[in-house]
């Protein structure tokens, strides 16, 4: 069946990326013909983000002479230039487009891709805070009369939903013939809006075991030729606890400190190599060959529990439940550090009941899929 998604694929984001291809390459091995539909809102245009760069560049403190901002602003255009030259690569020759641009939720309603199921992928599609408000767009309500809605893995990112947006987001998902969520905290919101049906699922990335992610990149070899301390944060509140703990654990294990960068605006520390620019597929390396990793970022977490890693996350500033939720699924949320004063658990990870929790949740998250894509289940009543 051709099954068009709607994902947050345009993000400059190496989880989103990757999640988006996690779900299209699941899909292709099911028989199924993915598409993903090629919406780039405006402000994640070349445009839009030129356009919040220079006004967020102005409107810094008025100590900053105008050379300075002028010097900072053409730095950080840059820095998205290259990021976005770098994604879009992997775009193209990983992951299945639309071959029409949307950039709004009118453009999709006016013309929706022609497809036999509509679904809205994982990752934060329904975080109204993040997206500006709710976006229709990633509620599917574009999808043609009669055809089949589903969700796979989607995310609010939040524990609760503002209460001026319960109504019309249950007008929006009662249309829907099943949902799965990524977090718990998701489901539990699906609940108290007078749903229900719907299911806590694996995030996409999380359905491909380590061995698939390695030889789907050919990850045959170690970016480094000695041990390395990795750091990945995409959350710089978190920058300065983050790099105390991992001088801690490097100190520790004498061994060096990395940090995965995703362009030049991060700060590099003393003692910490920065990699900036890199394209996805050495993401994958350096995390697959890290002696240990500090994150804080769900799927710098995600990729050290599917990769085996030792590893100690930072809860992000924000948007930290859907963290915790996947800790707790795989029982190891004594490795999420909240603040300063939390112990550094630097016990090794005993891999063997994450590897098992992790494969049973494959099959039952695989099994929602399966269910949800066939052609019985199509003619099933919405979720009620």
Request: hydrophobic content about 35%.
């Amino acid at each position: 069946m051709k099954i068009s998604i709607i994902t947050l694929h345009r993000v400059l984001n190496f989880g989103s990326v990757l999640q988006a291809y996690s779900t299209c390459t699941v899909l292709k091995r099911l028989g199924h013909e993915p598409e993903i539909i090629n919406y780039m809102e405006h402000r994640y245009t070349t445009l839009g983000v030129i356009k919040d760069t220079f006004k967020n560049t102005i409107c810094e403190s008025s100590h900053s002479s105008n050379i300075k901002k002028a010097i900072k602003f053409i730095l950080k255009t840059a820095s998205y230039t290259i990021k976005r030259i770098k994604f879009n690569i992997f775009l193209a020759r990983h992951i299945p487009m639309t071959a029409k641009r949307f950039t709004n939720f009118h453009d999709i309603k006016n013309s929706p891709p022609p497809a036999d199921i509509y679904m809205t992928g994982s990752d934060q599609v329904w975080n109204s805070i993040y997206n500006g408000g709710i976006d229709r767009a990633h509620y599917l309500d574009f999808a043609p009369i009669g055809k089949p809605r589903i969700a796979y893995g989607a995310s609010f990112g939040l524990d609760t939903l503002p209460q001026s947006e319960i109504q019309e987001t249950r007008d929006l998902l009662i249309k829907y013939n099943a949902i799965s969520l990524r977090e718990s905290s998701g489901v539990q919101i699906i609940e108290k809006i007078g749903l229900s049906g719907a299911q806590q699922v694996l995030d996409p990335t999380l359905l491909l075991a380590k061995d698939e992610w390695k030889n789907e990149f050919k990850l045959y070899h170690s970016p480094l030729r000695k041990k390395y301390l990795l750091i990945y944060s995409i959350d710089p509140q978190s920058d300065e606890l983050v790099y105390r703990i991992a001088k801690i654990i490097a100190k520790s294990r004498a061994i060096p400190i990395v940090r995965i960068s995703q362009g030049a605006k991060l700060p590099t520390f003393k003692g910490c190599t920065q990699r900036s620019f890199m394209a996805v597929r050495n993401f994958l390396r350096y995390f697959y060959y890290a002696d240990f990793v500090v994150a804080s970022s769900f799927h710098g977490t995600a990729f050290s529990i599917n990769f085996n890693k030792q590893f100690v996350t930072v809860s992000p500033s924000k948007y930290s439940s859907r963290t915790r939720s996947l800790l707790d699924l795989v029982d190891l949320s004594h490795r999420l550090i909240e603040n300063r004063n939390n112990k550094i658990d630097q016990s090794l990870i005993d891999f063997d009941p994450v590897n098992r929790i992790l494969e049973a949740e494959r099959i039952k998250s695989i099994n929602f899929l399966l269910k949800s894509t066939s052609a019985q289940y199509k003619t099933n009543s919405s979720p009620s």
